[in-house]
């Protein structure tokens, strides 16, 4: 299936805190923990779909720096064709993360001009209407994407991240989408609501909400009530990018190997926690793990790098 993924990436360091709130130390010494990898949403998503062999071009606001010459390499080892990345930015984004022993993080981002920079559809064309699926972040950038990628037939798939209402105007364009996943960390406690009325609002077929811990709800349009789809218990090492996983997991099993949306969000949910369970997700991640984690089997993914051969008729439905 190709699969192209507009959003962030960005160089990540994991850095580990004995607990939150973080006590003031003048130094602290850890061997081997500070971790630099890869990470942001947009990067995220499109690591998962091409570990499981898809063909997958990222779009990504860069720099001509090194965090950007490490998001190309670690498409690389991915099989992820950056040829569509942008490299117009003064600093790539880069974010650090801070995790505790028991799985809890702060995410710290730093998009820097990214902010500013606005993707147009002839960037991005043709290959934005030669995929099978479009996944956009709820991001200002990829506004312009949302109404030719609709024109043209192409699904759409949109992560609203933290969500804060089904009432924000920041997010109305977004509902367009046919696929639509939110975390309820800023929503806990009224995440039923939020998604009966987001269902209201949009025209997705299926929304999911991730849980941390708890799993994810479920709701599409046959359903009167939100499903809950509960996760393993795990003891988790780190749980940044755990949603990012989830969501891409569950659109391989609904799109890719037409499962029934209660057996993709499952499925979604086992490879997260899989995920924040091991040091993996400390990073940097290899391909070699990332298979394991997501039960593929270990043969050679079918995107190429670093362009993705798209044919003139690679229109699929």
Known sequence: MKVVVVGIANQQTALPVESFPIEYQAARYLPNQIRHTVGGVGFNVARTLSTFGHMVALASPLGEDYPAAMVDAEAYRFNISTHLCRRDLVRTPRSVVLYDSEGRRQVNVDIGDATDFVFRE??????LFRAKLVVLGNLDMVRPLIAPVIRRGRRLAVDLQDVRSADNPHDEEFLQADFLNMSNEYVAGSEREVLLELRAKSRAEVLTMTLAHEGALLLTREMSEPLH?????????????????????????LLKLRE???????RGVDAASRFVSTEVAKGPQSLAQMRTILGVEPAPAAASAPEIPWSPDAYEI
Do not use: C, Q
């Open 229 to 253: 789809v509960p996760a393993p218990e795990v003891d988790p090492r780190n749980s940044a990018g755990a949603g990012d996983i989830a969501f891409a997991t569950f659109l391989h099993g």
């Open 122 to 127: 002839e960037h991005l064309s043709p290959d």
């Open 260 to 266: 029934d949306p209660v057996a993709a969000v499952a």
